[in-house]
């Protein structure tokens, strides 16, 4: 059974951190793209951040030099660390992986990810 838990969100006041783990299993982790995403009240979910299996990872413009995302391997564990916290990070932020089609040997890319997690309330206060 695949599970991806997310986990450290909190509340913070602005220019705070917070480091948000997500543990993975059922699944055979960093063979694909890993990412965490977030949604605001009322706004679409936004990609924030992802990680490759070779560990490049790309970060939306306006987190860049704030979020570092990473990857512990032989926890099976993704993180995202958040410095310089704003009010506008305020979110649901969700851990995402793709699948791996075995038969295929690749990758599910080109849709959403197929793995989600349930969330984690991250609170940014001024």
């Known amino acids: 059974q695949v599970q991806l838990v997310e986990s450290g969100g909190g509340s913070v006041q602005a220019g705070g951190s917070l480091k948000l783990s997500c543990a993975a299993s059922g699944f055979i982790f960093n063979k694909c793209e890993m990412g965490w995403y977030r949604q605001a009240p009322g706004k679409e979910r936004e990609l924030v951040s992802t990680?490759?299996?070779?560990?490049?990872?790309t970060y939306v413009d306006s987190v860049k030099g704030r979020f570092t995302i990473s990857q512990d391997k032989p926890k099976n564990t993704l993180y995202l660390q958040m410095n310089s916290l704003k009010t506008e990070d305020t979110a649901v932020y969700y851990c995402?992986?793709?699948?791996?089609?075995?038969?295929?040997?690749?990758?599910?890319?080109?849709?959403?990810?197929?793995?989600w997690g349930q969330g984690t309330q991250v609170t940014v206060s001024s």
């Open positions: 995402a992986a793709y699948k791996y089609l075995p038969l295929l040997r690749r990758c599910q890319y080109g849709v959403t990810p197929g793995y």
């Open positions: 990680i490759s299996s070779d560990g490049t990872a």
